[in-house]
């Protein structure tokens, strides 16, 4: 009955003509997001971060409308899957492997019809996923203390470099400079200022949008420019847009299972969508028929239903380790992360009876942006097939001139400005040495809080570092971060993303 009424509370909110409007405008503009190849979600949310804050939208109307663009950016990245065999996000990478065979073949509008629905079967249980466990979750994030929490930090840095990473050394590295740039600014317990080198910009720290908004929005500025701006072709014709209701009904155990196997990734810190992706993939293949294995990667449906389920269905598990433990689950719930705290709202199980508000009204808002999302990315595809043949030297400006305005309205700092070109051309770096960012904001974002707890572990224990290992919760906690961390490394060959072979090859044109 808690849940219901809970709910209900959620859909007083959710259902007010203004936080409507903000769930169909974060649904239509995360699907463009989604289907532009190359930006993703979280260059979306990251872009819009500052632009929420410059409308004076409250904390409830911020997170609806990004909640929504980034479930529309995982919807809309199947978009230039099928039709362009580029992945408009990591996450649809595996939605290239069947579905551009099945445009080539002619039957485009069937593969977006399919990938459509299984995107809002993913979504759908995915959030009533996060409805009924967030609540049990958070029950048990009661009996977290000081040492748990650095514990459950631990865990989410080694997932991300472990599970999250092709390179845990890579992964690790990254994670540290997050914390060493945590760090910077005035030491909370003892005034002193730590590594500002006499620069009082930096007495109060690193925004971490400013960051964010540097190493995810302004370093795919620079890739851009490296790849000298090429503009973007229409692959393959699309037809008139109708539903193969056998053909659709064909895929709904795949559509399920994928659902199940994603929503199960995303609940990982730091598996996220990708990983998602690409189990809901290999497992329809692995238990498919053996007449029909050699159809996968030639055209098979049920090879764009799985995965779509899988990665949208990700996307929401991975809300309920941030909000119920301040841990986000994949890149984007990390720049969702971000969202919240710079508005002050401390994810964790006391989100839960503080501001119920915020949780259910987000629960309820995306429940309906689920249905806007279907109505929107099947009878309205061809507006978004449309818009991929935007010429990214069109897209490039608006893009720098969001990110520099954007931030600008937030701090109203010049000094910030350069410093996010600085992050920028951090990420563009690392993106040419492929380290991972991810780790840097998740650093960025739980430097600070991993320090204050690992500090009042110490004072508790009057110093005794073996504290930190006294609980059944934080024992269990760091043999799973040691597990994440060490197991990809045996089991590299069987984790490793499959590279996109050419279709051409697959299908013999």
């Known amino acids: 009955m808690d849940i219901l009424t809970n709910l209900a509370l959620g859909f007083s909110i959710a259902l007010s003509p203004w936080t409507l409007l903000l769930a169909v405008i974060g649904c239509f503009v995360g699907t463009i997001i989604g289907a532009l190849p190359g930006l993703g979600p979280s260059n979306g949310v990251a872009l819009l971060i500052p ?89 048990v994030a009661y009996q977290f203390g000081p040492a748990e929490y650095f514990a459950l930090y631990m865990l989410a840095f080694c997932t991300l470099g472990g599970i999250g990473s092709n390179n845990q050394a890579k992964a690790a590295l990254a994670a540290a400079l997050g914390l060493a740039i945590a760090m910077i600014g005035m030491d909370k317990t003892t005034g002193m200022p730590r590594f500002t080198f006499g620069e ?23 890739h851009f420019i490296e790849s000298h701006g090429k503009d973007s072709a229409i692959g393959v014709k699309l037809g008139k847009i109708v539903v193969d209701w056998r053909k659709l009904w064909s895929t709904r155990w795949a559509m399920l299972k994928g659902s199940g196997i994603g929503f199960l990734a995303g609940i990982l810190p730091g598996a996220g969508a990708s990983l998602g992706s690409f189990l809901a993939y290999m497992t329809e293949k692995a238990t498919a028929p053996e007449a029909e294995k050699a159809s996968y990667g030639t055209g098979n449906p049920k090879g764009v239903a799985a995965p779509e389920a899988g990665n949208n269905a990700a996307a929401g598990g991975a809300l309920i380790p941030m909000l119920t433990l301040g841990v986000p689950g994949s890149g984007t719930t990390a720049v969702l992360l971000a969202l919240l705290l710079t508005l002050n709202i401390t994810p964790g199980p006391l989100l839960f009876t503080e501001r119920p508000d915020v949780v259910w009204g987000l629960i309820a808002a995306l429940l309906i942006a689920n249905f806007v999302l279907l109505v929107m990315n099947v009878p309205m595809v061809k507006v978004f097939v449309h818009i991929l043949s935007v010429p990214s030297w069109i897209l490039l400006p608006g893009v720098t001139m969001v990110a520099f305005v954007g931030i600008f309205s937030l701090t109203g700092s010049s000094f910030d400005m350069m410093l996010m070109v600085g992050f920028g051309v951090m990420g563009w770096v690392f993106r040419k040495l492929d380290i991972p960012t991810v780790p840097v904001i998740l650093g960025i974002l739980l430097g600070n809080s991993m320090e204050d707890n690992l500090r009042r572990a110490m004072v508790l224990s009057d110093g005794d570092w073996t504290y930190l290992f006294s609980s059944p919760i934080s024992i269990g906690l760091w043999l799973a971060a040691v597990l994440g961390f060490v197991a990809p490394i045996f089991l590299r060959s069987r984790l490793k993303k499959p590279s996109l072979v050419s279709h051409d090859d697959l299908t013999g044109d």
Not at 88 to 102: K, Q, S
């Open 200 to 222: 009082l910009h930096l007495m109060d720290g690193i925004d971490f949008l400013v960051a964010i908004v540097g190493l995810f929005a302004v370093a795919e500025v620079f």
């Open 51 to 139: 632009i929420s804050f410059s409308m004076g939208l409250d904390a409830i109307s911020a997170l609806v409308l990004l909640t929504s663009v980034y479930y529309g950016a995982m919807y809309g990245g199947r978009i230039s899957s099928i039709l362009l065999n580029i992945p408009g996000d990591e996450p649809a990478m595996m939605t290239c492997l069947d579905g551009y065979p099945m445009a080539k073949q002619g039957y485009a509008s069937d593969a977006l019809v399919i990938s459509g629905v299984a995107s809002f079967v993913g979504a759908f249980l995915a959030t009533l996923g996060l409805m009924f466990l967030s609540p049990l979750l958070a029950r």
